[in-house]
């Protein structure tokens, strides 16, 4: 039987300098994930990304990346299961779709698509406060007039988490 | 050898009413964009997407409708030509991908996704001021702290084509 | 309303060196596509996509290449829109849902997979006998034991593109 | 570190009924997986996707189920994760992409286009022998004529999971 699965999304590496304390953050959620046995799905490649698949696999959990690419090669090395899509960025549906819920650190427009379509089929979401980017821009709000299901804005790593499996009626 | 092609995104209809002035506004970009020989690219289903489609043909323009289904039935009767892509919502991509430069006539989520697409490959891209919804909201913004291409707002449909045009040196 | 949209498969340039006499069917089947007032759809990439093309625009018809890339600078200089998926070679089941029929010339594995959409979704489809590759191999042929559509081993291209739209009810 | 992934491919369950030794060398293949402490990559359905993702989890294995859908509704009870794509069946690009080799059991045109893929990009592949359908058309052969890699034909399970390790240098 499938096991809980949450998404975290966020600041790739490479473009930006990401602030040491957005990492952390990032390193704590997927700590927070991996205590809670759930599988910790991202998009596979640098910065949150990795941060977080990090935390998790100095948990003992287990780690799922979803890549742009046809191949693993570009996977960070905390993930222990590679997606290749070869869809390229457009694979941030797969992401949205394959979470049972959203957790945002920080982020630019690539994080905000995967809010987007979270939004659209009504993923519980949240962004953890004060993490930067799209994250700070998005929490608390709705993302259009239809106000289908507004993205949490909570501090606490531990929170979030809960948040998300609560949703779930996971815990 | 191609011919220039403008993505017009917006509302689908069904789920929120559309004012008739965004729909008017619409049908104006679809009829400009016909006269100007390019040719029109858009999701291929209602809303602000059919009264482009119509302005366009009503215009003796041509037009492709990028649907989401594996087949074209969703399409709606003024898309000359209906790409079927079976691949759902994540055709966003495609649909962004696939033009010069995009224009925003109101619309929702799924406007905001096409125009972060935009936003990654630097599009030129317009927002119709005044057409509600996430064109007014983004309109004269930058899409993340990265400030790669701004989404401009303008008033008039023939100078938003115009706008489009001419970043592509086509005018 | 929406043309008949006719998908041309076969050969890429680049792997194999293709005959001459498979290049010059593959550039008939376009040019009778274009007498018959449907669009030709293909892959937008060279060999059979572009000499099909050529045929077309030779004979004032209208091309639509769909290609694997986020932009349009590998399409071939015959496609009058250019469809830029950024899926990959996943974009061939694009191909095939965007068609009201496939015909096949020669061809590598990627036309297997075309042929075998469309098998799966029941598009006509013919192969063009003595064109080589994957249409001799399958020409006349089901592509599994459920024998859901036969593949039209035909050896003129006219009648092809006539099996093609009259199984559309279109001649 | 990503683990060994090894992908199953075979009939989906619902279109012809499907011999009981066909679904036991499936269930008898996802358990040498599992033994053998590779992760098991499948298209998530019924068939030989669920017989093998049983064989698998009744030996302590870990299996993905990569669906075609936007939720995970459809997936079969026995996969751990649920990847939901909601590209519809190109979700076929991103098995074989996401596998380390393959291992046909049966099947159809779906898993056809399966093994054309891992053609492309050269996967390891295997049939197992007397599986039926495409597997048994399809094993000792090319899939086209630049003869990129051999189908290997396995009449063994167990030497089936072997010869991907070992092509995979992991054995």
Chains 1, 2, 3, 4 share one sequence.
Not at 98 to 124: F, H, N, W
Request: with cysteine.
């Amino acid at each position: 039987m499938k096991r809980a699965q949450i998404g975290v999304i966020g600041y790739n590496s490479g473009s930006l300098p990401i602030k040491s304390k957005t990492l952390d953050l990032a390193y704590e959620v997927g700590g927070i994930i991996a205590k809670k046995n759930a599988i910790l799905v991202c998009g596979g490649l640098g910065g949150v990304m990795e941060y977080s698949c990090k935390g998790a696999k100095d948990n003992n959990g287990f780690t799922i990346g979803i890549v742009p690419q046809e191949d693993y090669s570009s996977a960070n090395q905390y993930c222990d299961a590679v997606i290749c899509t070869g869809i390229g960025l457009s694979r941030d549906f797969i992401v949205a779709y394959s979470s049972d819920g959203l957790i945002s650190v920080g982020g630019g427009v690539g994080t905000l698509i995967e809010l987007c379509v979270g939004y659209i089929v009504k993923k519980p979401m949240v962004s953890i406060s004060d993490s930067g980017g799209i994250s700070d821009d998005y929490g608390g709000k709705y993302l259009d007039e239809r106000k289908r299901i507004l993205i949490e804005k909570i501090k606490s790593p531990l929170e979030a988490v809960e948040y998300i499996l609560k949703k779930n009626g996971l815990q």
